[in-house]
RNA sequence: GCUCACGUAGCUCAGUAGGUAGAGCACGUCCUUGGUAAGGACGAGGUCACCGGUUCAAAUCCGGUCGUGAGCUCCA
């Protein structure tokens, strides 16, 4: 069948002479970028390497639109040389929502620059440069990007197998390494912004040098581009660091950097959710104890930290003895079971835990609420027989399944399996993960294996909640442990009469109640459910006359647990009503002569505005109901 | 920790060529008592992150420290 080839296009099958290029096809789309033949992406205009159905890809398709942000990643890294002829290229690839080059420069960027840069691709979108694809030989490749004294392409070509094509893609004057796909002109990305400069480390390698890396986002249109703008301002808007401080409910400090201070709304949503943590636990038989947070350096010993973690750990020297604060509750836990003979009948014993921990995050990855050094977990640890491991953990994954519906969160299960370094017995392993498979399977759960990346004591499940702007975070982890029980000698009398060692779960649901609340701020964008918000209701007397009026509605309101306040400032309706709104307060009552005759409380929802007048205490009632936790 | 940028009142920001600081909001006092998103007047508030240097003179120029941001790295 030389010469020919097969395509099926638009469901119709066809053939065509060898050669010939997805571009020449009269069947082309207008917006087409790209096209898919059998799973290979391709140029538009190389030839078709084999017979197959053929796709077009336009920038509605993800790799479409991977290959338009590629081709704009070459077009900043042009614009870069032909500002700064001597910058040596890194790599550029595409980003989900854009792209970077990072290129090594003589001189930082100034402010300016990133325009500058934008300008001259710009032009260079303008000359509608076309863009090609060149295959070449090892040594023609070396000889190519010696002359140009590109020192990194060196190095990845010497790591590119030998039976591999080597490729570069030329537009004008600029070639780069590149195994493509491209678009077929510099003319099509019409719309660019860079966004934002960093450094980053030659191969993500900290002993290589830094680089500088360039951000930016580019659409086919101006219009898309401005709509991405705007949806990234309105993440920002969400930024927990920003509404945190403007909701008062936390701030931080240079007096103590990595730690939250806590105000007394943001308090009463954190205590909030502890409780409702709490009261969830407690219905399934967990314990809640309380253990030191500070210990002589020999635990930490003991524990494996002081080898494994003691960089991240607050150290503390006095009387010519160390103690660390506690980074994790697991250590204190374990003492606590070791504290008496534990009878089979006291197991599974579940031992929770919410006191401050505290670790020494490098200086450079703290970040809001996400990232602390002091903080607190919805830690528990579980003691458990070997032949409770599975109901054990059946439980902990129905309390997440719970806990993430009660705040509107879906979540998706990761499976991490036996590392290489793993500790212990092989048998127990394999049982484990079994175990936790069928668990997986049975509860009907979707999950993705990790392979390898399970802790060196044991498999962990960790659990990736999904919020309402459709990002991940990962915050729930259940692992095995079968390795502390060894090292603190644990164990318990069995039916039989023999010790028996125990198996310890770790797990955290919220995970580090700091950052789920950072979570859920940006979640809700501050408009907490009824049940969360710190202020449920804000009271508003119209004049001063009904301040005593309000004042009664509130000592009722308060003597069944909502919370509220009233707005006695002698400000117009008006006004509080927009503080209230602004503050995201869930409900308004306000209260004029009118209700004051009638017993009524004239009620704004901050969702759906004026409801109107309400009978008291009805109301009172109806909001007892509609602020209880979502505990089934 | 590393690279780059930034750091002016509680917050958002202005401050032209180096000549001892300014607005809006918030706050306080007074006036106003108004039925569903901003009533008015007056007032208080800053060692321009901190330390040092250059200069007759530094918020402004230079160096260092701390903090913050974007990333990198790390993340039992």
Redesign the pocket.
């Known amino acids: 069948m030389a010469g020919e080839l097969q395509l099926v296009i638009d469901g119709e099958a066809r053939s065509v002479q060898s050669g010939c290029t997805a571009w020449d096809l009269p069947e082309r789309q207008e917006h087409a970028l790209a096209v898919w033949v059998d799973g290979q992406v391709l140029d538009l205009k190389r030839a078709l390497p084999q017979s197959g159905t053929v796709q077009w890809l336009t920038f509605n398709d993800f790799s479409g639109r991977q290959v338009f942000r590629h081709s704009s990643a070459h077009l900043l890294a042009q614009a870069v040389k032909r500002l700064w002829p001597e910058a040596k290229l890194g790599t550029g690839p595409a980003l989900d929502d854009g792209f970077y080059y990072d290129v090594a420069l003589a001189e930082?960027?100034q402010?300016g620059d990133l325009a500058r840069i934008e300008r001259e691709m710009k032009k260079i979108v303008g000359e509608n440069l076309p863009i090609e694809r060149v295959e070449l030989s090892r040594t023609e490749a070396l000889t190519l990007f010696d002359q140009r004294a590109e020192t990194f392409k060196r190095q990845i070509i010497e790591g590119i197998p030998h039976d591999a094509v080597i490729s570069a893609y030329r537009q004008g004057d600029f070639i780069d390494l590149c195994s493509g796909p491209h678009l077929a002109a510099t003319g099509l990305i019409q719309a660019i912004k860079l966004t934002?400069?960093?450094?980053?480390?030659w191969r993500?390698?900290?002993v290589n040098p830094?680089m500088?890396?360039i951000?930016g986002t580019s659409f086919p249109s101006e219009d898309e581009l401005t709509q991405h703008l705007v949806h990234i301002e309105d993440a920002k808007q969400r930024d927990h660091?920003k509404l945190g401080?403007s909701l008062d409910l936390f701030s931080?400090r240079?007096d103590a950097?990595?730690f939250a201070f806590w105000h007394p709304k943001g308090n009463q949503l954190y205590r909030t959710l502890e409780e409702f943590s709490r009261r969830l636990q407690h219905d399934r038989g967990y314990q809640e104890v309380a253990t030191p947070w500070i210990y002589r350096v020999g635990l930490w010993e003991r524990?494996?930290?002081w080898?494994?973690?003691r960089d991240d750990m607050f150290l503390i020297e006095r009387d010519s003895e160390v103690l660390g604060v506690k980074p994790?509750n697991c250590p204190g836990h374990a003492l606590l079971f070791k504290g008496a003979t534990r009878s089979y009948r006291d197991l599974p014993m579940r031992l929770a835990e919410y006191s401050p921990l505290s670790r020494f995050e490098?200086?450079?990855?703290?970040?809001?609420l996400m990232r602390v050094r002091g903080f607190h977990q919805d830690d528990a640890h579980l003691f458990v027989s070997q032949d409770q491991i599975s109901q054990e953990m059946f439980g902990v994954l129905d309390l997440v399944d719970v806990m993430y519906r009660a705040f509107g969160l879906t979540h998706e299960v990761v499976f991490s399996t036996r590392p290489d370094n793993y500790m212990g017995d092989l048998a127990l392993w394999n049982q484990a993960e079994a175990n936790l498979e069928e668990i997986l399977r049975d509860r009907g759960l979707k999950y993705q294996i990790n392979p390898k990346d399970g802790?060196f004591y044991g498999p962990k499940l960790d659990i990736a909640a999904i919020d309402s702007l459709g990002r991940r975070w990962q915050l729930a982890t259940i692992q095995l442990d079968f390795q502390l029980p060894e090292k603190f000698d644990l164990h318990y009398v069995d039916a039989d009469g023999e010790f028996k060692r125990p198996v310890m779960i770790h797990r955290a649901i919220m995970g580090s109640l700091e950052r789920f609340l950072g979570i859920l701020v940006e979640h809700y964008a501050g408009a907490f459910p009824l049940w969360l918000a710190p202020v449920q209701c804000v009271i508003i007397p119209?004049?001063?006359?009904q301040i005593s009026y309000a004042q009664e509605i509130q000592r009722k309101l308060s003597r069944y647990g909502i919370r509220s306040e009233v707005d006695d400032r002698?400000?117009?309706?008006?006004?509080k009503?927009?503080e209230a709104?602004?503050a995201k307060v869930p409900r308004?009552l306000?209260v004029?002569?009118?209700?004051q005759t009638n017993h009524t409380v004239?009620v704004?929802t901050r969702d759906q505005?004026?409801i109107g007048?309400k009978p008291w205490p009805d109301y009172l009632h109806q909001l007892i109901e509609e602020a209880e936790m979502p505990l089934a």
């Open positions: 930082p960027l402010e934002s400069v960093s450094g980053a480390y993500g390698n900290e830094m500088t890396r951000y660091r401080p931080f240079e950097p990595g524990s494996g930290h080898d494994h973690y994790m490098r200086s450079g990855t703290l970040h809001g802790a119209i004049t001063d006359q002698s400000q117009k309706m008006g006004y009503i927009r709104q602004l308004m306000v004029g002569g009118r209700d004239s704004r505005g004026d007048a």
